[in-house]
């Protein structure tokens, strides 16, 4: 059975950071991401690394954000630093059994089930 688990989300203030891991078990992937999705917002895309760990960003995390993996683990991570209000969300693990041909939610075939981050003024 294919799960992705979410761990390290909770509540910071404006400033700090929080790491974020998923640990996949049942199959071996491809390909990572992490997408977010705020009340009343659509999900959006966050971060991804592929199988040969390129890296991408959203925008509005690049540069505070990065995403990285131990395959040894079966683990991606996300570490968030100098967070603001505007990442409060539920942040989702995606995970890919081959290659992404785009950064869509579309391209992932499983996901986790969401945790929170919240980051306080």
């Known amino acids: 059975q294919v799960q992705l688990v979410e761990s390290g989300g909770g509540l910071v203030q404006a400033g700090g950071s929080l790491r974020l891991s998923c640990a996949a078990s049942g199959r071996t992937f491809s390909s990572y991401a992490w997408f977010r999705q705020a009340p009343g917002k659509e999900r959006a895309f966050v971060a991804a690394?592929?199988?040969?760990?390129?890296?991408y960003y959203a925008a509005s995390v690049k540069g505070r954000f990065t995403i990285s993996r131990d395959n040894a683990k079966n683990t991606v991570y996300l570490q968030m630093n100098s967070l603001k209000p505007e990442d409060t969300a539920v942040y989702y693990c995606a995970a890919a059994l081959g290659a992404v041909r785009s950064l869509g939610a579309g391209e992932y075939d499983y996901w986790g089930q969401g945790i929170q981050v919240t980051v306080s003024s």
């Open positions: 690394i592929d199988w040969i760990d390129n890296t």
